[in-house]
């Protein structure tokens, strides 16, 4: 149950520029938001400007962009990647093949695709993250702070008649695994907070955060001396409440430095997979960065113009 998309701005309607509040992001948490809005996050000459509108409108009259067409297998003729195949069955062909279906899923495509590579699936990783919930002691509904120590980010928010706080680990060392079942579907498992020493640090800021809003009325609250286990619980029957997966495809290990699939020569990652270790921010610029250094890397080293 990983929130996918059209949250917050999340997943590939971060990139497209939107926000919904229709999206399962906003379902799984009940959030009353109403609308959808603008959500622009990168700049053009000074400018805010949607990720659409920087990188795509100027390639609309090279490009063909297929809507709801789903990627079913990368395919092979001896040792090269020569197209994809379409749910539709349509094989379309390529002499390089682009890998860009996000964290979760780029290595499962590699992995239905028959790519047996040393460390595919591995270094998934999330910012372990939750949420203590507490009665509207007056703030207004805009309101949002953010501060960060030691690695720890702490979000307050109003979300309808309650403020969550949300203490949450950007530099965490546990890492967890991508697999597919035998129905070829996804079975990834976080293992967020496996190592003692993430486990030490969120509960570390889950008992501070407690302490520090004691004097509200607490919805979803540790009882003083339960963080602990309060704590486990929640990290073991919820997702985080950040959704930030990277991984599974990491640079040094899947890929190379042009983000090319050991041993192959045509077929590459380019998104969240191919970071080896989480970025100790909110991930959507540092994929764009990604992407803007995949580029630059790949017309210095002679595969594309430009
Ligand atoms: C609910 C939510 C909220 C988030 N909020 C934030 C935030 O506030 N700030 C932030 O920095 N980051 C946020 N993130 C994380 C951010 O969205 C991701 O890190 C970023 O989008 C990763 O980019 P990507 O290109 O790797 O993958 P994506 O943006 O997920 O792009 C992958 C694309 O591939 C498509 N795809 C998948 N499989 C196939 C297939 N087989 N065939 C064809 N297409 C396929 C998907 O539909 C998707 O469009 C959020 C994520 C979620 C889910």
Redesign the pocket.
């Known amino acids: 149950s990983?929130?996918?998309?059209?949250?917050?701005?999340?997943?590939?309607?971060?990139?497209a520029g939107l926000a919904s509040s229709t999206?399962?992001?906003f379902l799984q948490h009940r959030l009353p938001v109403e609308g959808e809005g603008i959500n622009q996050?990168v700049r053009r000459n000074g400018s805010r400007a949607s990720v659409a509108e920087v990188y795509l409108n100027a390639l609309r009259s090279k490009v063909e962009i297929r809507s709801s067409?789903?990627?079913?297998r990368v395919v092979m003729n001896d040792a090269r990647t020569c197209g994809v195949e379409l749910?539709s069955g349509e094989i379309v062909e390529a002499d390089r093949v682009v890998v860009?279906?996000?964290?979760l899923?780029?290595p499962l495509?590699l992995m239905k695709s028959g790519f047996a590579v040393e460390g595919l699936g591995r270094r998934l990783q999330d910012h372990p993250s939750v949420a203590l919930r507490y009665s509207n002691d007056g703030l207004p509904s805009s309101t949002l702070t953010a501060h960060r120590a030691g690695g720890v980010q702490v979000i307050e928010t109003v979300v309808g008649d309650e403020v969550w706080v949300v203490p949450a680990l950007m530099r965490p060392t546990s890492t967890g695994v991508i697999g597919a079942n035998d129905d070829g579907e996804i079975e990834a498992q976080f293992r967020l907070c496996q190592n003692a020493g993430d486990q030490e640090l969120l509960l570390a800021a889950v008992t501070k955060v407690a302490a520090d809003h004691a004097r509200r009325e607490g919805i979803d609250v540790p009882r003083p001396g339960r963080e602990g286990e309060w704590l486990m619980d929640r990290l073991a029957s919820t997702t985080p409440v950040?959704?930030?997966?990277?991984g599974g495809c990491c640079m040094g290990e899947v890929t190379d430095r042009l983000g090319r699939v050991k041993g192959i020569e045509n077929l590459f990652v380019a998104?969240?997979?191919v970071f080896p270790a989480i970025p100790s921010?909110?991930?959507?610029?540092?994929?764009v960065q990604l992407?803007e250094t995949l580029s630059d890397r790949w017309r210095d080293a002679g595969l594309v113009s430009g």
């Open positions: 990983y929130t996918a998309g059209s949250g917050l701005g999340g997943g590939s309607a971060i990139n999206g399962p992001f996050r067409t789903k990627v079913e749910n860009c279906t996000g964290a899923m780029s495509l950040y959704s930030h997966a990277t998104d969240s997979s921010v909110n991930p959507m610029i540092p994929t992407a």
